[in-house]
């Protein structure tokens, strides 16, 4: 890991560097994107970069890792690294694509902190940023050769078979590989890249879950419309989806990818999404009684009203097909008598002893969730999460 002298200046320097992080990665990506701008235009996340999610999420991720350098100096944070492998993996970054990142940050961290910037502070956040960027290539590679993919190249044509309006926001697809040769290997909670050409020519990328359990010859996906009342980047892949593709046509998708996955099947189970964070957790729900699984599973879902919660039948089904599962379904609007009024509240649910939580949904509810589930004695290493989009989880933490 870090050597001696550089975990010494890191961990001097790291308040000054914490303190003005969201300043030099902002600028890092100002400095990027005017040397590379088909950066952004066909790999960033366009509507992250408008509203300063990406920086935000980019800060925490810098900052957490130096941390945990300079406190757990014999060990990496693998978890963190693993999540933010696999979602450069399903846009296919490049190993070459490091330096470029290096050449931006680093001139970004100088102007900024100006003349404290050192050679020896230079030195040695230069040696985090390259442990950091290593690990995740070496993570990076080992994803892209269990797919098959060759220097990143992660994408495949797809047919749309079918299109289903699940609520008013929410459109699934059921899609197949345009060559007709079997779809790629995934895990249960593992998500898709889909890249679009919009009207300026940009071929922007978005992540959705597979919905469907491992194994089957077709694949869905489901993908809610963003609302809002001016045009933005934040939804513009989403809303050309509803707009534009139907049945027969073709989508550039990625092979799938992704953190969120069942590891502990053995143990009691719970389930835990909002809004149309149920998309991982219905391919786990279907994976699960496809496997005839039996121990106990808690499942927790809340959403504005029954009618936008999308794929309700579906959720409440898969459920019902497990011998020892129990649904709880919480909506703001509109409750039925025989589920709950108001937003998710573990208070009276009970979760049994060694339980692994899995969850998914708005970084508010996750938050709220985890301190429910720590409060009932839940291991803080059994609750797994899912953000979509950057992980403010990092960045809040930081």
Known sequence: MLTDQSAAVVRATLPAVGAAIEDITGLFYEKLFAAHPELLRDLFNRGNQAAGTQRQALAGSIAAFAGHLVNHPDDRPDVMLARIAHKHASLGVRADQYPVVHEHLFAAIAEVLGDAVTPEVAAAWDEVYWLMANALIAIEKRLYAEQGAVDGDVWREWEVVSRAEETPDVASFLLRPADGAP?????????????????????????????????????????????????????EVSNHLHAHVHEGDRLRVSAPYGDLTLTAVEAPLLLASAGIGCTPILAMLEDLAATRHTGPVTVVHADRSPATHALRTEHAALTAKLPDATAHFWYEEGAPTDHHA??????????????????????????????QLLAKGVSPSNIHYEVFGPDLWLAAAA
Not at 215 to 225: D, E, L, M
Request: net charge positive; proline share 11%; hydrophobic share 35%.
């Open 342 to 371: 108001g937003l998710a509240d573990l208070t009276t649910v009970p979760v049994p002893s060694g339980t692994h939580a899995y969850l998914c949904g708005p970084l508010p509810f996750m938050r709220t969730l985890r301190e």
């Open 183 to 235: 779809g790629p290997a995934f895990k249960a909670g593992q998500y898709v890249s889909v890249q679009v050409e919009l009207p300026d020519g940009a071929r922007q990328i978005r992540q959705y879950s597979l919905t469907g359990a491992p194994g089957a010859t077709v694949r869905s996906i489901a993908v809610k419309r963003v609302v809002g009342d001016a045009p933005s980047p934040d939804g």
